[in-house]
């Protein structure tokens, strides 16, 4: 199964492949930023990541051991925030945050 997720954040047009044959791919503004080829992913580490700039750390995870959906966090410093999520709606502070 594969899937692929579009979302904007503060302007950055980010793109993730991801499928359980051929791993996950993220895109920033169409430049290939990270590959992850794990046949497991437990959620607890970030599969991938790209340097947002003065925005922070884009780190997306998988939402469940036997899935494909993804969540997606910038976090700068001690401060994490979810900008995505392929299988929950994002509450209003976090759709304010991706603008």
């Known amino acids: ?8 954040v ?7 492949i991801n499928s359980w044959f051929h791993g996950a791919k993220l ?3 169409g430049d ?3 590959v992850d080829s794990s046949l497991i992913a437990t959620g ?4 991938l990541s790209a340097n947002l700039g003065e925005l922070g750390i884009l780190e997306v995870f998988p939402s469940a051991l036997i899935s494909v959906e ?11 925030a979810r900008v995505y999520s392929s299988h929950q709606r994002l509450n209003l502070k976090e759709q304010r945050l991706r603008q």
Do not use: C, N, P, Q
């Open 10 to 16: 503060k302007g950055h047009h980010i793109r993730i």
């Open 27 to 29: 895109y920033v503004d």
């Open 70 to 80: 993804m969540d997606a966090y910038v976090s700068k410093g001690d401060d994490r």
């Open 1 to 8: 199964m594969k899937k692929e997720f579009t979302f904007t």
């Open 44 to 47: 607890k580490t970030a599969l």
């Open 32 to 34: 290939l930023r990270d």
